[in-house]
């Protein structure tokens, strides 16, 4: 199991994570519907964080692609990784497709807000507005972040489950710096065993549930 935390003020909401990359085994009786591999980088979320005026990192973006590019260059300036040619494709698709594509079990809305896949980029639940919402942003940063370490072929050699975790280990940081530079009081943290290849598998599936903390308030 992974945990997923994220705290913004008052609030503080705990997911839990299963993940397979490329496999995890389920119970037998919970079939696993066949991902394309390397679907990587599932990121869940309750819903809307607030926006803020930060002139900068929260200035309104008229659309993705500029947004794209101006979250690219703070990536770059974050991380070792050089400046893309080229735009990832970006799509918008209604969460439930997102739920289909990668839930085990599609029925139980794991909450899926975005992924990035290398064949077809990064895909949007579509309720999500990183335009104008500082917290669906770093969403937006976290998966641009995947598409470079895609391009400068991260960890091209290692095993595809280490490849995974490592490579969300630091998407995450570098959300939460992104966050950090834009003051926002929400924060996001991957932790968990990590995964192992005893079981190779092509298939990558992503479930979660919120659960409430203890002694926290709505």
Known sequence: MNTILRASGARTLL??????????????DEPVKKKPAQAYSVYH???DSTSYDDPHANAPFADLNSLSRYLLKIAMRMSKYGMPEALPMITRIPRHDLEEKVCADPSKRCQVAALYEPERGVMLAE???????????????????HYMQEVGNELSAAAPCERWYQREVEAYALQNR??????????????????????????????????KAPGVND
């Open 45 to 47: 979320d309750d819903g």
């Open 178 to 211: 992104f966050l950090a530079q834009s003051s926002s009081p929400d924060r996001v943290s991957y932790a968990g065993a990590r995964p192992t290849c005893e079981h190779v598998e092509t298939t990558q599936t992503h479930r979660a549930k919120p659960v």
């Open 127 to 145: 309720d999500l507005q990183p335009e104008t919402n500082l917290f669906h942003r770093s969403i937006l940063f976290h998966e641009l972040v």
């Open 15 to 28: 997911w839990l994570l299963a993940v397979s990359v490329p496999a995890v085994a389920f119970a037998a």
